[in-house]
């Protein structure tokens, strides 16, 4: 999996081009076909489109779905949502006042199901996008803690997009998180989470 940008015209430039890099092994992605077709609900609209895939033509030979960022790994709903819906959580919301605020409060059992999904991992994500915070800027202070695994976690979140933003320059939020967590935010028990550099 390697997130990309939604211009789909963008990235098959970058793909015809040999300017993307196999998450694998650092080779060059070339064009390989097209993915399942996904279905994303987006605060307007409903998207379907079927996935670039490319392969590693100057390595390991490993192919890859070219997913945009912003989307999650087995999610339907974009990384917008899904990452305020994690935000609203840490400040103590519960499930159907997050879909209320999303404007989705016929889906607040998905909402609950994106919930049920982040806590349990929440020290696992805690300590990921910690060391993903320090990476990219050595300089950092200490991340505060904020009294519960998932506040705690969604900290170190926003500290790693911070620090990402300082060294990439700007990116929706939500854009990053999906970056930095190869989508992978919340399946990463199946989808292991990506190295990070040196890692």
Known sequence: MLMVETDEE??????????????????????????EERVLRRR?????????????????????????????????DDAERIVTALQKRAEGWGYRRIATHLGVSDFAQTVRSWLRAFVPAAEVLRVYFTRWAYALDPDLGPIIARGSPAADAVEAIGVAVRAAVQRFGPLAEWARVARLSGGALLCHMSYPLPLLPGG
């Not at 990235?11 to 993915?35: I, M, N, Q, T």
């Open 10 to 35: 963008e990235v098959e430039r970058a793909l015809l081009g040999g300017g993307l890099a196999c998450p694998s092994c650092g080779g060059v992605l070339r064009p390989w076909g097209h993915a």
């Open 44 to 76: 307007d609209r409903e998207v379907r489109w079927r996935p670039r895939r490319g392969i590693c033509r100057h390595g390991c030979g490993v192919t890859h779905v070219l997913l945009w960022d912003c989307c999650l790994i087995r999610r339907r």
